[in-house]
């Protein structure tokens, strides 16, 4: 089993009502209880969250994204790492490209 502990981090979790300094457990991918690495056998990666804050994902909901037909601007790609970077998992892109990017066939 593979471990992750997150520890000091600000735990923010609004479906969980949840707003507290403390360490977050990560085994085989899920978060998990204290409890689940209690016997761990392999190593366990730990991160310094101290000042940092540990949420879910983030969406955004208006995402210029450009691209097709504005790519000098910002491309699919780009976009989709800046996105990554600052904590969002999903985006959704505005429908003002050129073609507007609105089935599969004009994404590909």
């Known amino acids: 089993m593979s471990a992750i502990v997150i520890r000091n981090g600000?735990?923010?979790?609004?479906?969980?009502?949840?707003?507290?300094?403390?360490?977050?457990?990560?085994?085989?991918?899920?978060?998990?209880?204290?409890?689940?690495?209690?016997?761990?056998?392999?190593?366990?990666?730990?991160?310094?969250?101290?000042?940092?804050?540990?949420?879910?994902?983030?969406?955004?909901?208006?995402?210029?994204l450009r691209e097709p037909g504005f790519g000098q601007k910002e491309t699919i790609a780009s976009g989709a790492r800046a996105a990554a970077a600052g904590g969002f998992t999903s985006v959704v892109c505005m429908p003002n490209t050129s073609p507007v990017a609105d089935n599969p066939s004009t994404i590909t």
């Open 10 to 64: 600000r735990i923010i979790d609004p479906s969980n009502d949840r707003d507290e300094i403390g360490d977050l457990v990560i085994a085989d991918g899920r978060i998990a209880e204290q409890s689940a690495i209690r016997n761990q056998k392999s190593a366990i990666e730990e991160i310094d969250a101290n000042g940092l804050v540990v949420a879910p994902g983030l969406i955004d909901m208006h995402v210029h």
